[in-house]
């Protein structure tokens, strides 16, 4: 089983719409998780931090669930320029984050 | 303030050849990661440093590839003789240690490397 395991979809939605990534890990000793967006030939760029339950920035929400060992990712009101893959990443180790493959979105008008 | 810079942007050589590419993390970040990242795949990491150590190499194929980091700033990494498996998006990052999102990871817009 891969450390970092996540849905390649790809997801289309249309504009306006709630859509919702998951993602597991296998390592339960990671403490913290990131979400990165990916643009196509462009590098990963840091979308948002989940160091406890969750976290929210706009339209964007990471939840955390440490039990089941995933995270999700929660965007709302989805905009054309939400087209994009998103990486997830653990950090089973201290300072070593491990990514999944990422799950590509097409936000359609 | 600037990002992490990488250099060059794309590198094409024939099998066999050495190639060499350049990071410069952002201003103050301690830490500084190599990532390969091949097509649909998230990246991987080869080498991560703490200042001027390398303190995690396990990743990388120290057959052919080697880094350095000679001053805990910029960094090289390189690889001698290139294969055609090597051909990936080479990936620098940077993160600060001691700041609040402490590991947080950066990254520069990457080096495309072809080998034909």
């Known amino acids: 089983r891969k450390e970092v395991e996540q849905d390649p979809g790809p997801f289309n939605v249309p504009e306006g719409a709630t859509v919702a990534f998951n993602c597991t890990y296998s390592?339960?000793?990671?403490?913290?998780f990131f979400w990165y967006r990916q643009d196509c030939r462009k590098e990963p760029k840091l979308l948002m931090s989940v160091y406890s339950s969750g976290n929210e920035d706009g339209r964007f929400t990471a939840q955390l669930n440490r039990a089941s060992q995933y995270i999700s990712l929660l965007i709302r009101d989805s905009k054309l320029s939400d087209s994009a893959t998103y990486l997830c990443?653990?950090?089973?180790?201290?300072?070593?984050?491990?990514f999944g493959k990422g799950t590509k979105l097409s936000v359609i008008p | 303030e600037a990002g992490v810079v990488q250099s060059p942007r794309y590198k094409i050589i024939e099998k066999k050849q050495p190639v060499a590419f350049w990071c410069n993390p952002i201003s103050g970040h301690n830490t500084l990661y190599w990532y390969l990242q091949n097509l649909g795949q998230g990246p991987e990491l080869l080498i991560r440093?703490?200042?001027?150590?390398?303190?995690?190499d396990s990743q990388l194929p120290k057959d052919r590839f080697s880094a350095e980091r000679l001053k805990g700033v910029d960094s090289t990494l390189k690889i001698q003789p290139a294969e055609l498996g090597d051909s990936a998006v080479y990936l620098c990052?940077?993160?600060?240690?001691?700041?609040?999102?402490?590991?947080?990871?950066?990254f520069g817009p990457g080096t495309r490397l072809t080998v034909l």
């Open positions: 990443a653990a950090e089973p180790r201290s300072y070593q984050l491990t």
């Open positions: 440093y703490e200042n001027e150590e390398a303190v995690d």
């Open positions: 390592n339960s000793a990671s403490q913290s």
């Open positions: 990052a940077s993160s600060d240690r001691g700041g609040r999102g402490y590991n947080e990871q950066f």
